[in-house]
């Protein structure tokens, strides 16, 4: 199997660093190559300069295999330059590219920080998803965060808490459903996969005294699907789904909206949770933070989550072999 690529993302936050400190545990038991500028590694990393992707599992065992991709401008950790916008941009269409010609095996980013590419470079997509679903030429995409313990996504994401009744459609809620359904047969190698899907309100609306989304929509497409012969749960209490013995019960989570996936997660493995992309045509991941840039260039930024990031995607595109 061919290496997975890992974007530098935003060279002014942890990303650097992160990629050093995941070599430094992976090395040659995992081989994957950073994208981006040499220079913007902490002076102590190891790191072997490569022209081709394929040159990083024998370069892995004695360096950091980089395949350089040159920014204009200094860096200062903690603070983002502007101009170094373009290039953050054009490492991820690269990574892609890289990915979809076969030389990658799956694609693992780095963060981001949006306002700067907006500031530095104009840049039109809310985040990395949305740019990456562009690239991929895809319309619907999921958000999955999965580590060993809960697999969960949320059906709206980053839009106010108002908001989600009025975005939470039928339509949108049977997409989301279907896409994480194919994704868990095909990146997690579950024939048969179990999803549980929670209600909106509390006590997912309690026979209609805190609610009707469940009894109008959510319960309606969930019979309709399983009568399709989807496994599916729900909809479920959400104060009661994410306890130990509940998650033995299935294999993925369909939150309503975004802390109703996010905080069981983060409580659960705050450290070792990924970020992953389903609906794409090729594997991506991402370490489920941000930037940093607090901490950015002092060397105590935690590598875990890179480190499950790289595996995650290795064992996803070796599933879909």
């Known amino acids: 199997m061919q290496p997975v690529a890992l974007s530098c993302g935003e060279p002014a ?7 050093g400190a995941a070599w430094n545990v992976l090395r040659d038991t995992l081989p994957f190559f950073l994208i981006g500028d040499p220079a913007h590694l902490p002076e102590d990393t190891p790191f072997i300069e490569i022209t081709d992707p394929a040159d990083a599992v024998l370069a892995s065992g004695s360096g950091l295999p980089v395949l350089a991709h040159r920014f204009e401008g200094a860096l200062t950790p903690g603070t983002p330059n502007p101009s170094h916008a373009p290039a953050v941009i054009d490492v991820i269409t690269r990574g892609v590219e890289l990915v979809q010609s076969g030389a990658a095996s799956a694609l693992c980013t780095s963060p981001i920080h949006k306002q700067a590419l907006q500031d530095g470079a104009g840049f039109a997509y809310p985040g990395h998803t949305e740019y990456l679903a562009a690239l991929g030429k895809v319309e619907n995409v999921v958000m999955m965060l999965a580590s060993d313990q809960l697999r ?8 106010p808490l108002a908001d989600v009744p009025s975005a939470l459609t039928p339509k949108m ?7 994480t359904h194919a994704a868990l047969i095909s990146n997690f190698g579950i024939s048969t996969p179990r999803i549980a899907i929670a209600g909106l309100n509390p006590h997912a609306g309690e026979g209609g005294k805190m609610g009707h989304e469940e009894i109008d929509m959510i319960a309606p497409l969930v019979t309709r699907l399983r009568e399709e012969g989807l496994q599916l749960i ?7 789904m994410f306890h130990a013995s509940a998650r033995e019960g299935y294999d993925a989570a369909i939150a309503m909206y975004h802390d109703q996936a ?15 992309t389903l609906g794409l045509p ?9 930037t940093a840039f607090d901490i950015a260039g002092q060397g105590i930024a935690n590598p875990s989550s890179t480190i499950e990031a790289l595996k995650m995607a290795a064992r996803m595109a070796a599933r879909r072999l």
């Open 13 to 19: 936050g942890i990303g650097p660093e992160l990629a």
């Open 152 to 159: 969960v996504v949320p059906a709206t994401i980053h839009i």
């Open 262 to 276: 996010l905080i069981p997660i983060k409580t659960l493995d705050f450290d070792r949770g990924v970020n992953i």
């Open 234 to 240: 729900g909809p479920m209490s959400a104060d009661t």
């Open 282 to 290: 090729f594997v991506r991941t991402s370490p489920d933070h941000g």
């Open 173 to 179: 809620l049977e997409q989301t459903i279907r896409i």
